[in-house]
């Protein structure tokens, strides 16, 4: 759709409608890409085990598989997290919950944790007690990734440790018992394999792919769209930025500010949305800036 | 049950320590071909390098 010349002139009424106007362009759309995405990347991570147990591909190879797997395994279930693969009542529903389950099972987060604090993250962004990625702000990308370590420490207050609280808040405390049931697995099936002689495959097929993993989400997902995270309200919590690795290393991120402002445009529509949407988004004052 | 699931992931870091990195250096040690002083066995090495790096983990609350 063509947007008028000059935008100063409307209201915020007025703009609002344009803006939703184009989201509701982008809404819709049944993520293909998402969903083959989530089984395909979920069956190649648990064929390397076998594929490695056995000798099959060496431990290197089978580690940057992993890492990249792991890397790549949240986005889908985010998808689900925002119904957009099938709403609540649609025919495409179980599939969406069956996505949200899956995929990030090798990232050790259960979706029922992971889709209520991420739409507690969506209410508050930047909310230094409300918001359960708070945690996430640093003043650099090394203080991110120092930052992320930091909050995976035992008793740190941050990272997933911040979620336990934020599901109290929002009266689901029992949902706590999902991560509590990963961990036990996710401990247990290292410690199995360590004590049968596979401890270093262990390692470098799951532990430290993880690790690697977590500091890259958090990085592109968490931190950089939000930087510097000082500011919240819708047209503030959010901005676009440019990444060294490109729209595609940085998991499609550099658009987030769309996916805060319309959820359920699916992934590889919001940079679609945020080029038609972008003169709106200079009208309200959003920091578009880089991109 | 809360109060065992609790008191089991409170002793969480010495649980990893023993249950992962105590073999995992064990391995680690057996792998490079490298031989532990005072005659230790690998396993006894990643016990003691493991287990100290769990005890100094359970304290602190943080591995780094």
């Known amino acids: 759709m063509s947007l008028p010349k000059d935008l100063s002139t409307l209201s915020n009424a007025e703009l609002m409608r344009l803006e939703r106007e184009i989201a509701r362009n982008h809404q819709g759309h049944f993520p293909y890409l998402a969903v083959t995405w989530a089984f395909a990347n979920l069956a190649v991570w648990l064929s390397l085990w076998p594929l490695v147990l056995f000798g099959v591909i060496p431990l290197w190879v ?4 992993s890492t990249l797997n792991i890397m790549l395994c949240y986005l889908p279930s985010h998808e689900a997290q925002h119904d957009i693969i099938g709403r609540p009542g649609s025919k495409w529903r179980w599939l969406n919950e069956t996505v949200g389950h899956l995929s990030t099972i090798p990232l050790t987060l259960p979706y029922r944790i992971a889709k209520l604090t991420h739409l507690e993250h969506h209410k508050h962004a930047n909310h230094d007690e409300l918001d359960p990625d708070a945690s996430s702000a640093a003043s650099g ?4 990734v120092w930052n992320t370590i930091q909050s995976g420490q035992p008793r740190a207050k941050g990272g997933f440790n911040a979620y336990g ?3 109290a808040r929002i009266g689901r405390p029992e949902v706590v018992l999902d991560g509590v049931i990963y961990n036990i697995v996710f401990y247990g099936t290292l410690s199995a394999l360590a004590w049968n002689g596979f401890a270093l495959e262990a390692a470098l097929l799951w532990w430290l792919p993880r ?3 977590l500091i890259y989400i958090r990085y592109y997902l968490s931190w950089a769209p939000h930087h510097p995270a000082t500011e919240t309200g819708r047209y503030r919590d959010t901005r676009s930025f440019r990444s060294i690795v490109g729209n595609l290393g940085s998991m499609g991120m550099q658009y987030h500010i769309v996916h805060h402002l319309h959820p359920r445009i699916p ?3 919001t940079p ?5 949407m972008k003169p709106i988004l200079e009208a309200r004052g959003c920091d578009v800036h880089e991109l | 049950m809360i109060q065992v699931i ?6 969480g870091p010495l649980l990893f320590a023993f249950g992962f990195i ?5 391995q680690l040690v057996q792998l490079a071909g490298w031989t532990p002083p005072l005659g230790l066995s690998p396993l006894i090495f990643g016990l003691i390098v493991g287990g100290t790096y769990g005890v100094i983990g359970q304290i602190r609350g943080r591995w780094i």
């Open chain 2, 22 to 26: 105590v073999p995992l250096v064990s």
């Open chain 1, 272 to 276: 679609m949305a945020y080029w038609e």
């Open chain 1, 211 to 213: 690790w690697i993993a």
């Open chain 1, 165 to 167: 609280e934020a599901l």
């Open chain 1, 267 to 269: 992934l590889y529509r």
């Open chain 1, 62 to 65: 089978g580690f940057i598989i």
């Open chain 1, 141 to 144: 990308p090394l203080a991110c």
């Open chain 2, 6 to 11: 609790k008191t089991v992931f409170y002793f």
